[in-house]
T-cell receptor
């Protein structure tokens, strides 16, 4: 089976940096993805890590340590529009995907 | 490219009734997913198709839920009979072949089901 843990809520102020952690337990781990979902909207893809290390996409970066079964999403220069839920999702080498329960990020002025 | 299309957007039914949702994935995407998202939770995978074969349906309540993917393209998800706890948003997503590094999933807007 697969399980993922991420904090349920995070609050930060505009312009700050926030890190959302994700730990997982899975057999046949293949990669870790991150998705953003605004209230009432569909999840949208942010980033993917298949190998250890940091992947940077603009203000968002994602990190993976396969040996620690751990990853994080780093959001820099926070903006009000970044207020949303953020989900980590593991994929396995059998092609199966599982989402975490999400972290609600609230950005305050 | 056109996104993942789902219909209907909203549905209200009484318990014990049946309901069906439709999904048209992005053209060329081999993998199609149906997720159930209850308010405040992450998407829970119900069923995953690769072309027209089932990869994973371990969390599909098979006594009341069924899904098919016609000719490896469109898909329908059916609930019969519905229960109150089935109230949720049903999300369809598609991606290129799962199990590769190109696993970005594209989601439709979902169908919000309310069972009363």
């Amino acid at each position: 089976g697969q399980s993922l843990e991420q904090p349920s809520e995070v609050t930060a102020v505009e312009g700050a940096i926030v890190q959302i952690n994700c730990t997982y337990q899975t057999s046949g781990f293949y990669g870790l993805s991150w998705y953003q979902q605004h209230d009432g909207g569909a999840p949208t893809f942010l980033s993917y890590n298949g190998l250890d290390g940091l992947e940077e996409t603009g203000r968002f970066s994602s990190f993976l340590s396969r040996s620690d079964s751990y990853g994080y999403l780093l959001l820099q220069e926070l903006q009000m529009k970044d207020s949303a839920s953020y989900f980590c999702a593991v994929s396995t080498n059998a092609g199966k995907s599982t989402f975490g329960d999400g972290t609600t990020l609230t950005v305050k002025p | 490219e056109a996104g993942v299309a789902q219909s209907p957007r909203y549905k209200i039914i009484e318990k014990r009734q049946s309901v069906a949702f439709w999904c048209n994935p992005i053209s060329g995407h081999a993998t199609l997913y149906w997720y159930q998202q209850i308010l405040g939770q992450g998407p829970k995978l119900l069923i995953q198709f690769q072309n027209n074969g089932v990869v994973d349906d371990s969390q599909l309540p098979k006594d009341r839920f069924s899904a098919e993917r016609l000719k490896g393209v469109d898909s329908t998800l059916k609930i019969q009979p519905a229960k109150l706890e089935d109230s949720a948003v049903y999300l369809c997503a598609s991606s290129h072949l799962a199990g590769t590094d190109n696993t970005e999933a594209f989601f439709g807007q979902g169908t919000r089901l309310t069972v009363v």
